[in-house]
């Protein structure tokens, strides 16, 4: 699909701030759709160098912002994905001291590019797999500072690599600043959940979404994502544990204030199908800045089938 308005990855930078300058106006509620797109230019350069010191490119900078009318402090902004279209190849990296496999992956960099046609990603020689493409990095801005666009994942959103943020799903996210200021970057071919190499299937693409607004709620203090089938809670916390907990509550408080479920029911049914899974390693606090790739805890999601409801 062509977008209503496009935004080029030359107005990609780190970082989620509510000082940017919006790049866009849209109104919400209008279906006008947006394009948003990103950027592989440094898994590119480190297939060139093989070497983290000569990287120019920044790492996962977001497209936008783009000022949402009417968003208000206290408002929740829903992000309605409807296509993310890739170019001609994606890529695999090994970043040294990152990822879950850091420590049986031979030194240096791997590079590989990976050859996206007719919608497969061919990721060896041997072995070739249907495109999953999905948003790493959506959010908004902060009231203060800057969110990081690497690690760690906020409340506004941010780098979560979860893969349900697809064609198909909406996202929602609380409105700190006036305008929103969404902002989406890091685009994936592919990425099995969990992402144990930290990167997956990077790709250049272009995500086209619309938006909605929700006056006065839900409050939200993590995103939410809504698929055809279910509802998904993201839980944030350091250590895992307690992102894996806070999910749990959101989910629970989902049931009972905004359907009006009984605590009995509610604790039942989600020890019943609510199932739960790790998204990104990107951690939800604080990294070591000696080692900025060393993730802190995990990203975690939680499930409530709209069966249920």
Request: charged content about 20%.
């Amino acid at each position: 699909m062509t977008p209503d308005h496009f935004l080029p990855n030359t107005l990609g930078v780190p970082g989620f701030a509510a000082d940017r300058e919006p790049v866009l106006r849209v109104r919400p509620g209008t279906g006008e759709t947006i394009g948003f797109e990103t950027t592989d230019a440094v898994y590119a350069e480190l297939d060139r160098h093989h070497d983290l010191g000569q990287l120019q490119a920044p790492i996962n900078p977001v497209t936008g912002p783009v000022h949402v009318e009417g968003a208000e402090p206290g408002d929740t902004l829903a992000v309605h994905i409807h296509d993310i279209q890739l170019t001609t190849h994606g890529w695999s990296v090994s970043l040294p001291g990152s990822g879950a496999l850091q420590h049986v992956m031979p030194e240096g960099v791997f590079a590989r590019r990976c050859p996206v046609e007719d919608g497969v990603v061919r990721v060896t020689d041997r072995h070739a797999f249907p495109v999953r493409p999905m948003i790493g990095c959506i959010g908004v801005a902060p009231a203060e500072g800057t969110n990081s666009t690497i690690m760690p994942a906020y409340a506004e959103g941010g780098n979560m690599d979860v893969t349900e943020a697809r064609p198909g799903s909406t996202v929602y996210l609380p409105v700190r600043v006036p305008g929103a200021l969404l902002s989406i970057g890091d685009v994936h071919a592919l990425m099995a959940e969990g992402e144990s190499s930290f990167v997956a299937i990077e790709a250049q693409g272009t995500a086209i979404v619309s938006v909605d607004l929700v006056k006065g709620g839900p409050a939200l203090r993590a995103p939410r994502i809504e698929t055809p089938e279910e509802w998904l809670f993201v839980g944030l916390g350091d250590p895992v544990q307690e992102s894996v907990r806070r999910g749990y509550e959101d989910a629970f408080a989902f049931l009972v204030d905004e359907h009006g479920w009984t605590a009995e029911d509610t604790y039942a049914v989600l020890s019943a199908v609510g199932d739960s899974k790790l998204g990104g390693p990107t951690g939800s606090g604080d990294p070591d800045p000696l080692h900025p790739f060393a993730a802190v805890g995990a990203v975690t999601l939680h499930r409530v089938p709209k069966a249920v409801l």
